[in-house]
T-cell receptor, first 113, second 113 residues
């Protein structure tokens, strides 16, 4: 079974703090993704990576950065957290190519106060 | 116009009913299509891929109409356990080597006794 794990299920941070969200997958997938999910807006892609040290902006990259130093690990960084970044963050991974299923982690509910 | 559009529902149906969801997409160059299921407070999981010829998996049937740019999901003999949010997902094509999926906001289904 594919397993995607995320470092925290719930996280509370203060405005201006630097926040790290970690994601690890155990299936040797090339592609990894970070989404945020908000009511009425659905899942929106923040960043994705198709190889180690490679990254591409998604639809809403502003205020975020990512790091992929190892194939199995993809980190999302909020350089200076703001209240409008309060959301559910979901990591996903997939094999390379256009038709493969994306497997999601359980999500991190981040609250910025 | 949203890239992927769904009726948010909720669709409240009695157990045993047949229910259908539609989803429209804006990019005629879209290459692959999926339905994901998301239970309350859980991560999305692939329900089924949608093929040009249509496909069936037990009580679930998915259809694609490229000319009208919509996909549909039909659930027959609804069960209580089918209660979930159904996400329409479209692959707009490869970008930088990755497979970027665009998610609809989901249609909520509630199956009642």
């Amino acid at each position: 079974d594919v397993k995607v794990t995320q470092s925290s299920r719930y996280l509370v941070k203060r405005t201006g703090e630097k926040v790290f969200l970690e994601c690890v997958q155990d299936m040797d997938h090339e592609n990894m993704f970070w989404y945020r999910q908000d009511p009425g807006l659905g899942l929106r892609l923040i960043y994705f990576s198709y190889d180690v040290k490679m990254k591409e902006k998604g639809d809403i990259p502003e205020g975020y950065s990512v790091s992929r130093e190892k194939k199995e690990r993809f980190s999302l960084i909020l350089e200076s957290a703001s209240t409008n970044q309060t959301s559910m963050y979901l990591c996903a991974s997939s094999l390379a190519g256009g038709v493969y299923e994306q497997y999601f982690g359980p999500g991190t509910r981040l609250t910025v106060t | 116009r949203k890239e992927v559009e769904q009726d948010p529902g909720p669709f409240n149906v009695p157990e045993g009913a047949t229910v259908a969801f539609n989803c429209t997409y804006s990019n005629s160059a879209s290459q692959s299509f999926f339905w994901y299921r998301q239970d309350c407070r859980k991560e999305p999981k692939l329900l089924m891929s949608v093929y040009s010829s249509g496909n069936e998996d037990g009580r679930f049937t998915a259809q694609l109409n490229r000319a009208s740019q919509y996909i549909s999901l039909l659930i027959r003999d609804s069960k209580l356990s089918d209660s979930a949010t159904y996400l329409c997902v479209v692959n707009m094509g490869l970008t930088g080597g990755g497979n970027k999926l665009t998610f609809g906001t989901g249609t909520q289904l509630k199956v009642e006794l």
